[in-house]
């Protein structure tokens, strides 16, 4: 089993509909981090997490600690969102990632 | 100017050659990853460095070697080339202590025939 599961490994969804993608780990962690992998490749940092919830624009990110679980959320998707999101653990001073979720907005 | 740069972006190769993937940055952190990615799998570790000095094996680094030339630079060299060594290989940095956040080169596609 993974350290770090996400799901849905992919989702379809129609401009404006409020998305959510969840990210699960097993091991103890000091932070959780939200990427985002455009399809050139590139991959940036979105939020990192240690307790509770940060909002930037239209994403969302919560963890709950006790749980072992994180969502990030996108409020009035675009098309522009279309990218793969990536969830990864820090521990130990190194990450461990998820394996991503693929989110495609339909105009 | 990109703050972690990768050098080639995209590079073809046959089985049996030596490559060597390089990573500079501007960004003056002590730490510096190498990972690849292969589809359905997540990012996974090759090669860290906490600083010029210091060099570790990650999760798969059997068929690889690095250097670290400098604070700035560091490069990931496949010694003999295999095809399953093919994928998308990504450098980034961070900054000690603190939550590890990560800063991302734009990634080299190799493909090895």
């Known amino acids: 089993k993974n350290e770090v599961e996400q799901s849905p490994q992919n989702l379809t969804a129609q401009e404006g509909e409020f998305i959510t993608i969840n990210c699960s780990y097993s091991?103890?962690?000091?932070?959780l981090h939200w990427l985002q992998q455009h399809p050139g490749g590139g991959i940036v940092s979105l939020f990192m997490?240690?307790?509770g919830k940060k909002k930037h624009g239209r994403l969302i990110a919560t963890i709950n600690i006790q749980e072992k679980h994180s969502s990030l959320h996108i409020t009035a998707s675009h098309p522009r969102d279309s990218a793969v999101y990536i969830c990864a653990v820090a521990r130990n001073e190194k990450l461990t990632f998820g394996t991503g979720t693929r989110l495609t907005i339909i105009p | 100017d990109a703050d972690v740069t990768q050098t080639p972006r995209n590079r073809i190769t046959k089985t049996g050659k030596r490559i060597m993937l390089e990573c500079s940055q501007t960004k003056g952190h002590d730490r510096m990853y190498w990972y690849r990615q292969d589809p359905g799998l997540g990012l996974r570790l090759i090669y860290y460095?906490?600083?010029?000095?210091?060099?570790n094996k990650g999760e798969i680094s059997d068929g690889y070697s690095v250097s670290r030339q400098a604070q700035a630079k560091f490069s990931l060299s496949l010694e003999s080339a295999i095809p399953n060594q093919t994928a998308l290989y990504f450098c980034?940095?961070?900054?000690?202590?603190?939550?590890?956040?990560?800063?991302f080169g734009p990634g080299t596609r190799l493909t090895v025939l």
């Open positions: 091991v103890g962690i000091s932070a």
């Open positions: 460095s906490f600083d010029v000095k210091d060099i």
């Open positions: 997490l240690s307790s």
């Open positions: 980034a940095t961070s900054d000690p202590g603190g939550p590890n956040e990560q800063f």
